[in-house]
């Protein structure tokens, strides 16, 4: 009996036949947006085609942190436009950090699977076939995108950013070997109890979050598949990234290699 319950605690459990889609396989995308007013419609009409012409069940939850520009609105409209069932706004009053806006997403998600990606059409729903191709070829319990390996790639960055970009994860390699090519990256596909466990581990807020999360699933043992994604500096609006927080990063790097 005690050996069944350990099985049923292993993030092995329950998986399905390698290279199946399940009929009752569902992805939730969570889009936590801040000022993304003209980039939602887009986004959100890109990931309804993708998912269409994919055949894959799916849900987009939008979970907006009080944007001043009038974003939830636009998600109010887009929510009417495609339907409560496809479309889930779920909104806060202020912007309260990365993580807990996925906590937030999945009380709401009712998939089997969450896919985490950005608003500002910097990941294209494109890939997202891919990544649960991977995930089912594999049997993982992450996918990855990443845009260090294969023919991944950045494009619409200066050379300043790419150099940041690289030496970030360089360091971040050698100091922590996570056995996945990019750390920093925000598209992913988890099996949701792993997601879900895997926040519950974290302590890390901002862009180090993402980082600590593949940190925390090599500890746990979980498997991590990767797929190249071409990532697009944002079209509409301002980048969040800033000299604070390339700081943050930094420390926060340091506190995951003095505490893993």
């Not at 005690?2 to 399940?22: I, Q």
């Not at 339907?83 to 990365?98: C, H, Q, T």
């Not at 980082?211 to 944002?234: C, H, K, W």
Request: proline share 4%; glycine share 10%; hydrophobic share 35%.
């Amino acid at each position: 009996m005690a050996a069944e319950e350990a099985s049923r605690s292993s993030p092995r459990f329950r998986r399905e036949p390698k290279g199946r889609v399940s009929r009752q396989d569902k992805y939730s995308v969570l889009l936590p947006t801040y000022n993304e007013r003209e980039n939602l419609p887009f986004i959100v009409w890109l990931l309804v085609k993708s998912f269409s012409e994919s055949g894959f069940n799916y849900e987009i939850i939008i979970i907006d942190d009080g944007s001043p520009d009038g974003t939830r609105d636009i998600a109010e409209q887009l929510e009417k436009i495609y339907g409560s069932d496809r479309i889930l706004l779920r909104p806060r009053e202020k912007k309260l950090g990365l993580g807990t806006a996925y906590i937030h997403g999945m009380k709401h998600a009712t998939g089997n699977y969450i896919i985490i990606m950005d608003a500002d059409l910097s990941h294209h729903p494109k890939f997202i076939p891919e990544f649960i191709r991977k995930q089912k070829e594999g049997n993982f319990d992450i996918v990855s995108g990443t845009r260090y390996k294969g023919n991944g790639g950045v494009y619409g960055w200066d050379l300043k950013r790419k150099i940041i970009s690289r030496v970030a994860n360089f360091i971040t390699q050698i100091l922590l070997r996570p056995g996945a090519s990019d750390l920093t990256g925000s598209f992913r596909l988890y099996r949701k109890e792993v997601l879900q466990k895997l926040i519950g581990k974290c302590i890390s807020k901002g862009y180090v979050f993402q980082m600590e999360m593949i940190v925390r699933a090599r500890q746990l043992n979980y498997t991590i598949g990767e797929v190249p994604i071409s990532f697009v500096d944002r079209v509409y609006g301002e980048s969040k990234l800033g000299g604070n927080e390339i700081v943050s990063f930094l420390k926060g790097l340091l506190t995951l290699f003095a505490t893993t």
